[in-house]
C-alpha cells in the first residue's frame, strides 16, 4: 500500500511540476520510487549511475541504428536492465543477481536515461530530486515511512 501511495503523490507533484515547468521528473513512477529509497543512498546512486551509463550507450547506438520515440526508449529500458544485472552480477555474483527482483534497479534507470536524453540531464534530476523530496516529506509527516 504504501508503494501505492508513494506513487500516486509523485504522479501528483510530477504532474504540477510538470504544468509549471514543462519538465518531467524522470518519469511518471520514478519519483515515488525514489523518495521510498531515500534510506538507501547507494541504491539510488547505483540507479543514477546506471541511468547515465544507459543514456551514453543508447546515444553510441543511435550513432549507428536509427532511433526513435518507442524504439529508443524500449532500447534504453533493455539496456539498462542488462547493465544493472551485468553489475549485480559482478558485484553480488550472478546467482544472487538472477534471483535479486528490485525495480529501482532493473526497470527505473532506463526510464530515467530516456528522459535524461530527451530532455537533459540537469533538468531531468533537477525535477526528479524536487518532486522525490516532496513525496517523502508528505509520506513522513503523514507518519507512512520514518
Not at 504522479?11 to 524522470?26: D, K, P, R
Request: cysteine-free; charged content about 10%; proline content about 2%.
Amino acid at each position: 500500500m504504501l508503494l501505492a501511495q508513494s506513487i500516486a503523490l509523485g504522479l501528483l507533484f510530477g504532474f504540477i511540476v510538470f504544468e509549471l515547468t514543462g519538465v518531467v521528473a524522470g518519469g511518471l513512477i520514478t519519483p515515488g520510487y525514489f523518495a521510498l529509497y531515500f534510506d538507501r543512498p547507494l541504491l539510488i546512486a547505483q540507479a543514477l549511475a546506471v541511468a547515465m551509463a544507459t543514456m551514453l550507450v543508447v546515444r553510441l547506438l543511435g550513432l549507428v541504428m536509427i532511433l526513435y520515440g518507442r524504439r529508443r526508449f524500449i532500447l534504453a529500458v533493455l539496456v539498462s536492465f542488462s547493465l544493472q544485472w551485468l553489475s549485480a552480477g559482478i558485484i553480488w555474483g550472478f546467482h544472487l543477481a538472477q534471483t535479486r527482483v528490485d525495480a529501482l534497479g532493473f526497470i527505473i534507470p532506463g526510464i530515467i536515461a530516456h528522459e535524461m536524453e530527451r530532455q537533459g540531464v540537469g533538468k531531468t534530476l533537477s525535477a526528479l530530486f524536487i518532486v522525490s523530496v516532496a513525496v517523502r516529506l508528505v509520506l513522513r509527516a503523514f507518519g507512512l515511512i520514518h
